[in-house]
């Protein structure tokens, strides 16, 4: 039986105690990322940044890997580890910043560089890792570009932000495409300066997708991960924290006592929420696994192209 529109259980609890039966009747894994809603998080396997969800998708010996983050993530694990069935809880959950690198215009941009070296960001479809000759993440990006020897050009994609962030840390000259993220774009540098003069103890601890002008006014700017490990280990008490706010849920788990303050969004809006994270639901999670659909597949040879420069990320970030 196929349920398209899942008679559920109406009780969180129920539901949890429902999505873990079948996971074990199923040999599945939930691996969720850190902007999940608090429940999807709570009832993943594993919950992580996007290098340790990548990591996780390959070694697990689950037959089904339920994925509760975005497309590439999807894809990455798919890649990664293409015996074991790929599903998510809706096919929809892109990204702005993948999105905004189409596979036709990056062709014509990269060949415009022929002897540069294409690092691309784990934020892109198979399609641009596949013209990729390393992939990187935001925890790992500064460590592969170092790798690289220091007369070679680079190709930086798809995120601008993280590229300059990259490009000054590193001392290096990096071409970038001009992508960036919906989510980390949106942050008001003014508000958070009042932020900071209403909570002068605060670290503004950032993401490195965020703007340049916001960067450079960061106290701490890591991965996710990055960002929670700072805020569980520093012993400052409070943080505005500057990324998606799905980030706080394991930050208020980890670090209970801290005060931890959303970076506001420039409008009345709720733009630092990912609004394709948020489409994962506890209750398609339910759905996605009993139906075992919507399943992500990548064709094989798209597969194997991509495959060669996440594998080299892996090895180089060990
Ligand atoms: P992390 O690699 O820090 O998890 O970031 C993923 C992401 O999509 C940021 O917008
Ligand atoms: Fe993509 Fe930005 Fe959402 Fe991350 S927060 S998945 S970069 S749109």
């Keep these: 039986m196929r349920l398209s529109s ?9 539901l949890f105690s429902e999505i873990n039966q079948l996971k074990k009747a199923k040999n599945a894994v939930i691996l969720a990322h ?22 996780a998708a390959q070694k697990t010996s689950a037959d089904l890997i339920v ?16 015996s074991r069935k790929v599903i998510m809880p809706d096919l929809r959950a892109g990204c702005s910043l993948s999105d905004s690198c189409p596979p036709e215009a990056f062709a014509r941009f990269r060949a415009r560089y022929p002897d540069h070296f294409i690092v691309s960001y ?41 590229g300059a962030y990259v490009a000054k840390a590193t001392g290096r000259d990096l071409v970038l495409w001009q992508g960036t993220c919906i989510v980390h774009e949106t942050f008001s540098e003014r508000k958070i300066i009042e932020l900071k003069i209403q909570n002068p103890e605060a670290e503004l601890i950032a993401h490195p997708e965020c703007e340049p002008e916001l960067l450079a006014r960061a106290d701490f700017i890591g991965s996710t991960s990055a960002l929670l490990k700072h805020v569980c280990e520093s012993r400052t008490s409070t943080f505005i924290i ?7 849920h394991q930050m208020r788990k980890r670090a209970p006592g801290k005060k931890l303050i959303a970076a506001p969004p420039n409008g009345p809006c709720h733009c630092n929420e990912c609004p394709f994270m948020k489409l994962n639901t506890l209750e398609k999670i339910y759905a996605c696994v009993y139906n075992e659909a919507p399943e992500l597949t990548v064709p094989d040879d798209l597969r194997i192209r991509a495959l060669a420069p996440l594998e080299r990320m892996l090895e180089w970030s060990v």
Aim: a negative charge; glycine letters at 8%.
């Design 6 to 14: 899942p008679t559920l259980p109406g009780v969180d609890k129920d």
């Design 34 to 55: 850190y902007y999940q809603e608090p429940d999807v998080q709570d009832v993943a396997d594993f919950v992580g940044d996007s290098l340790e969800l990548a990591r």
């Design 67 to 82: 994925f509760a983050g975005v497309h590439f993530m999807a894809e990455g694990a798919k890649i990664l580890n293409p």
């Design 122 to 162: 784990i934020n892109c479809s198979a399609a641009i890792k596949a013209q990729s000759d390393v992939i990187c993440t935001s925890s790992n990006a500064v460590g592969i570009v170092e790798k690289i020897p220091k007369n070679q050009g680079i190709i930086f994609a798809p995120d601008r932000n993280l």
């Design 242 to 248: 500057a990324t998606e706010e799905g980030i706080l």
